[in-house]
T-cell receptor, first 113, second 113 residues
Framework: ETGVTQTPRHLVMGMTNKKSLKCEQHLGHNAMYWYKQSAKKPLELMFVYNFKEQTENNSVPSRFSPECPNSSHLFLHLHTLQPEDSALYLC????????????FGEGSRLTVL | KNQVEQSPQSLIILEGKNCTLQCNYTVSPFSNLRWYKQDTGRGPVSLTIMTFSENTKSNGRYTATLDADTKQSSLHITASQLSDSASYICVVSSTSGTYKYIFGTGTRLKVLA
């Protein structure tokens, strides 16, 4: 248990569906991240939020829409996805120490049919 | 270009044997280097962090080394167990105003009985 909870753990959706991934952290951190993990590739940064404000968007297609209502919650809204978007989506929060450790959730395994 | 390279890509060893995983990086400015363990279908969990001034750090059967001059790190696993089967990811942090995390592609370790 890392203190970062992601739901759902598994999601299968068609290309015309709309779904959302949810992330909640109970660590009192102020920065939250979305990463995409595909096979044999490094983790790919998608979005960063600091104190609810988006501070980084790594040229992510608009079919991925993040939302951060407060420092503890982060969402990733999905619509009209493509099969190549199938991946493990990881949420992380950044610790407040200078070392800036990332604490990851268990991930949401997304399959787009 | 900031980059983290890990070798080997995959490794199979027998239970009880030792192994060493390698991480080479070209990241500037350097802040710290972490090794994460990621079980299949789970999120990464931090094993150890190395700062610029640290050469060796142990966490149970895991020992990490850092050579800041050659920009190399290694993770040595002693007396491997079946539960060590996982991907091991090297992550280098760069903090020049904002936090940047550069991820390696990981080494997939399989320990056989």
């Amino acid at each position: 248990e890392t203190g970062v909870t992601q739901t759902p753990r598994h999601l299968v959706m068609g290309m015309t569906n709309k779904k959302s991934l949810k992330c909640e952290q109970h660590l009192g951190h102020n920065a939250m991240y979305w990463y995409k993990q595909s096979a044999k590739k490094p983790l790919e940064l998608m979005f960063v939020y600091n104190f609810k404000e988006q501070t980084e968007n790594n040229s992510v297609p608009s079919r991925f829409s993040p939302e951060c209502p407060n420092s503890s919650h982060l969402f990733l809204h999905l619509h009209t996805l493509q099969p190549e978007d199938s991946a493990l989506y990881l949420c992380a929060s950044r610790g407040t120490s200078e070392a800036g450790e990332l604490f990851f959730g268990e991930g949401s395994r997304l399959t787009v049919l | 270009k900031n980059q983290v390279e890990q070798s080997p890509q995959s490794l199979i060893i027998l239970e009880g044997k030792n192994c060493t995983l390698q991480c080479n990086y070209t990241v500037s400015p350097f802040s710290n280097l972490r090794w994460y363990k990621q079980d299949t279908g789970r999120g990464p969990v931090s094993l150890t962090i190395m700062t610029f001034s640290e050469n060796t750090k142990s966490n149970g059967r895991y020992t990490a080394t850092l050579d800041a001059d050659t920009k190399q790190s290694s993770l040595h696993i002693t007396a491997s167990q079946l539960s060590d089967s996982a991907s091991y990811i090297c992550v280098v942090s760069s903090t020049s105003g904002t936090y940047k995390y550069i991820f390696g592609t990981g080494t997939r370790l399989k320990v056989l009985a």
